[in-house]
């Protein structure tokens, strides 16, 4: 090779927006095993998070993931590219050689997104059942999955029995994923089906494209339980939608007898509602004032929408159908046309969560006026807060302290200032937060002793500690803190005093630890955890502030 200053080009040479361009051609797993650490311009590179904000760990590299080589590579991502990029992550695509300590390694607090590739269906489901933390992943975060199977479609299922697909989100997969996957369900003797459908200008799923789609192929089939929403996407309403009466006769067309339907064109194109009787789901999804009345006792969860408005009586005939109802949500932009209300009082004797976050302010008038409607067991409540602040007159309309009485959240979406006598308004919201500040606060303590302890040692991680220093920030809200802190609790500032002290102190115990630790110190993260701490110390010595100078209001008046 010619060294000579003329001729010799260095990679380095390149600006780094060139540089990332490389990078980003190139297989991820290879660069975090060769250049992570090489130099300080590499790590700034491969750590920026522009490039690994996508943690793409396919790799044509493993052949035998067991080789001595292949382990090299694990450890290395495993122990010094892991711990310094889990919380900038947003999106993991995984294969099997990874799956194995990807999701028992570190956290990923920003990941949304997930691509599983290239698995056998036995080995995805070992894991779907058996690893917890990857099942915890996907409940509590994901929000993105996409599925590759090694081996393309199955065919038919001529062992399968029984099936049930329960889904509560509206799909546009009903023509080209279930209807086919219904249709290798040769032998099936039972089905149950909770699905709401979008269709693009096709007409409503009814009795006779049931049994044309899949029900013809079931000759076994004794029983059909289902509650089935589509919805038309066609604006200019140009197909032909059939009538309730057309879809009833689809039913009884093809010998079931117990079905009840209900369907609504709109400007969009149409719904329509079709359910098996009596109702066996839990859930009842979509309904409007099309609505036909029955008795649906096993339904705990109802939803309502619809383009013209919901009046008194209607949620009378609702109160009698749904004596069980726990949770209520309505989807109703449209004011009421009926404001002079029978003298007839409504019960909603066992609904436990109202949401009228997407309704106009007459529901929220509807439901909180005592005079309209009693809710003996409301304790969690979704809203607009302009509509909550005008229904209760700025909280001290005592016509809906009955209903807000019992509330224990309350979920507003918008920002608000609380004014002075919010929480006097909702008595036992305040208490709950007092309740759920100590419990945290006592678990945090408990951790930082442990971690003080036991986080040095050749068990315990880096990455266990920024979470545990992370978790400080829910309590060290400043806004948050000026909207609680009012006069009738200054009797709990001399205690929350003394416990912000002696946090500060064993945080700052924890962290001399750190300083004398010649190995921690190095690490990549280690200005990370020094931030969060000198975050948390400043967030304590603020919270502290506020409670003295609120204490000091109070002995001065």
Excluded at 317 to 326: A, N, T, V, Y
Excluded at 331 to 339: A, G, R, T, V
Aim: net charge neutral.
């Amino acid at each position: 090779m010619n060294t000579s200053k003329n001729n010799d080009i260095n990679i380095l040479d390149l600006p780094d927006e060139m540089l990332l361009i490389i990078l980003s051609k190139m297989d991820m797993v290879d660069i975090f095993y060769s250049l992570v650490d090489l130099n300080k311009r590499f790590n700034q590179l491969v750590f920026d998070p522009l490039y690994i904000h996508h943690l793409d760990l396919r790799s044509k590299t493993f052949k035998n993931h067991n080789s001595s080589v292949d382990n090299q590579v694990f450890d290395q991502i495993r122990t010094k590219v892991l711990p310094r990029i889990h919380y900038k992550v947003n999106k993991i695509t995984v294969t099997l050689p990874f799956m194995e300590f990807i999701f028992n390694t570190v956290d990923y607090p920003q990941l949304h997104s997930l691509s599983i590739v290239n698995f056998q269906q036995e080995t995805l489901l070992q894991y779907l059942t058996s690893d917890v933390i990857f099942c915890r992943v996907l409940s509590d975060q994901i929000t993105h999955l996409k599925v590759e199977i090694k081996g393309g479609i199955i065919g038919k299922l001529p062992k399968l029995k029984c099936f049930s697909l329960i889904s509560y989100f509206q799909t546009y997969a009903y023509d080209k994923r279930i209807v086919p996957l219904l249709r290798r369900m040769l032998n099936l003797e039972e089905l149950t089906l909770l699905i709401s459908a979008t269709r693009i200008k096709l007409p409503y799923i009814d009795g006779n494209h049931l049994y044309n789609d899949f029900l013809v192929q079931m000759p076994r089939l004794n029983k059909f339980t289902f509650s089935i929403n589509t919805l038309i996407d066609d604006k200019d309403v140009k197909i032909d939608l059939p009538s309730n009466d057309d879809i009833q006769n689809s039913f009884i067309k093809i010998g079931y007898q117990h079905v009840d339907s209900y369907a609504n064109v709109m400007k969009i194109g149409g719904r329509c509602h079709a359910y098996s009787l009596p109702y066996q789901f839990d859930t009842f999804l979509h309904l409007t004032n099309s609505f036909r009345h029955d008795n649906f006792y096993k339904v705990r969860w109802l939803v309502m929408s619809d383009a013209h408005s919901f009046e008194h009586e209607f949620f009378k005939i609702l109160s009698q159908d749904f004596p069980f109802l726990q949770r209520l949500t309505v989807y109703n932009l449209e004011p009421q046309k009926n404001k002079q209300h029978s003298s007839t009082l409504i019960t909603f004797a066992e609904v436990s969560e109202l949401n009228l976050a997407f309704a106009h302010i007459d529901y929220v008038e509807e439901f909180l006026l005592e005079t309209n409607i009693r809710l003996p067991r409301l304790t969690i409540l979704g809203v607009k807060y302009e509509s909550l602040a005008m229904v209760t007159n700025n909280f001290t309309n005592d016509a809906a302290r009955f209903n807000c009485s019992q509330l224990r959240h309350i979920t507003i979406l918008e920002p608000f200032v609380r004014p002075e006598n919010f929480h006097s308004y909702f008595p036992l919201l305040f208490d709950l937060i007092h309740k759920q500040f100590t419990s945290l606060t006592h678990e945090i303590e408990q951790l930082i002793g442990a971690y003080v302890n036991v986080m040095f040692s050749k068990t315990k991680r880096t990455h266990e500690g920024l979470f545990i220093l992370a978790s400080f920030e829910p309590i060290c809200e400043r806004n948050y803190l000026r909207s609680i802190l009012r006069d009738a609790y200054v009797n709990l500032c001399l205690t929350a005093i003394a416990w912000s002290r002696t946090l500060l102190t064993k945080i700052e115990q924890a962290m001399n630890v750190f300083k004398l630790n010649q190995h921690i110190i190095t690490l990549g993260n280690f200005p990370l955890i020094s931030k969060l701490y000198n975050r948390t110390a400043k967030a304590l010595l603020v919270y502290e502030q506020f409670l003295l100078a609120r204490w000091k209001e109070k002995i001065d008046a």
